[in-house]
């Protein structure tokens, strides 16, 4: 069974930190690349970040470049972002996402909030 287990989303106040991760199973991870997105109300999911399945290749929305930072641990079978100098406009559900070919998987989905 395929399982991707976002967590560590939550409250933050702006310019503040969190990292989130996501944990795979049910399926090769390291064959996989993997994707952070995000929707936030009333607006389409659109892609943050992503990595490819070795680890050697990263790309950014123009809106987190330096802020965020995507990596992965194959040998944990987990993805990470990193989310440094948050802004409200950052606050949506946060997804993980992994593709190989016509293969795709989705996580749940996490909540990042940021307010003061």
């Known amino acids: 069974q395929v399982q991707l287990v976002e967590s560590g989303g939550g409250l933050v106040q702006p310019g503040g930190s969190l990292r989130l991760s996501c944990a795979a199973s049910?399926?090769?991870?390291?064959?996989?690349?993997m994707s952070w997105y995000r929707q936030a109300p009333g607006k389409e999911r659109e892609l943050v970040a992503g990595?490819?399945?070795?680890?050697?290749?990263?790309n950014y929305a123009d809106s987190v470049k330096g802020r965020f930072t995507i990596s992965r641990d194959n040998a944990k079978n987990t993805v990470y972002l990193q989310m440094n100098s948050l802004k409200p406009e950052d606050t949506a559900v946060y997804y993980c996402?992994?593709?190989?070919?016509?293969?795709?998987?989705w996580g749940q989905g996490t909540q990042v909030t940021v307010s003061s």
């Open positions: 990595i490819a399945s070795t680890g050697g290749i990263t």
């Open positions: 049910g399926f090769t991870f390291s064959r996989y690349r």
């Open positions: 996402n992994a593709v190989r070919f016509q293969s795709i998987h």
